[in-house]
T-cell receptor, first 116, second 111 residues
Framework: GAVVSQHPSRVICKSGTSVKIECRSL??????MFWYRQFPKKSLMLMAT?????????EQGVEKDKFLINHASLTLSTLTVTSAHPEDSSFYIC????????????FGAGTRLSVL | GENVEQHPSTLSVQEGDSAVIKCTYS??????FPWYKQELGKRPQLIID?????GEKKDQRIAVTLNKTAKHFSLHITETQPEDSAVYFC??????????FGAGTTVTVRA
């Protein structure tokens, strides 16, 4: 199956710093990538949808200036958590949808962010 | 938007027994229904999916049924094994649209 690589897998940072998370589709071109946030023992909450070369579409309640998304190529999307605070600590997961497989999303391994 | 409800939230079964998880959705326009399995600390893995032009799909010990009239779909796992223990998420979407996930079901298979 399609492989999605997400880095880093774990980040521990001080409050006020910015953290960038990368999501790459390794063996296919991803027309659309998604960013989710997952709290312990909870479901995946969609934060935003990004299409290559255009601005991301954010879900209601998600601050676009807080969570910057860039989808510069068909294989790479990045999520930057700006000025992170302890309440931003969470598990962030990306997924990618291939052009030839509508709706099917392949997930990255996730990034556990801990803000001290 | 789409609202997906999933039941039960936890399910404990004896090894070898069957497990059934049910989901309902609200938007009749939804036509794609995947199921994901997520082990602790790992990525969600697509295990089976179904599109609205079929009512049932089977892959070895896993099957999914879809009732479009009632707007519900179910995951069936037969002959459960300890490695089936995980959190299972259902989801629903329309073509070219985002997935809406259920709240998840924690399945524990007792040896």
């Amino acid at each position: 199956g399609a492989v999605v690589s997400q880095h880093p897998s774990r980040v521990i940072c001080k409050s006020g710093t910015s953290v960038k998370i990368e999501c790459r589709s390794l063996d296919f071109q991803a027309t659309t990538m998604f960013w989710y946030r997952q709290f312990p023992k909870k479901s995946l909450m969609l934060m935003a949808t990004s299409n290559e070369g255009s601005k991301a579409t954010y879900e209601q309640g998600v601050e676009k200036d807080k969570f910057l998304i860039n989808h510069a190529s068909l294989t790479l999307s990045t999520l930057t958590v700006t000025s992170a605070h302890p309440e931003d600590s969470s598990f962030y997961i990306c997924s990618a949808e291939g052009a030839g497989a509508k709706n099917i999303q392949y997930f990255g391994a996730g990034t556990r962010l801990s803000v001290l | 938007g789409e609202n997906v409800e999933q039941h039960p939230s936890t399910l404990s079964v004896q090894e070898g027994d069957s497990a059934v998880i049910k989901c309902t959705y609200s938007d009749s326009a939804s036509n794609y229904f995947p199921w994901y399995k997520q082990e602790l600390g790992k990525r969600p893995q697509l295990i089976i999916d179904i599109r609205s032009n079929v009512g049932e799909k089977k892959d070895q010990r896993i099957a999914v049924t879809l009732n479009k009239t009632a707007k519900h779909f179910s995951l069936h796992i037969t002959e459960t094994q300890p490695e089936d223990s995980a959190v299972y998420f259902c989801a629903a979407s329309m073509v070219d649209y985002k997935l809406s996930f259920g709240a998840g079901t924690t399945v524990t298979v007792r040896a």
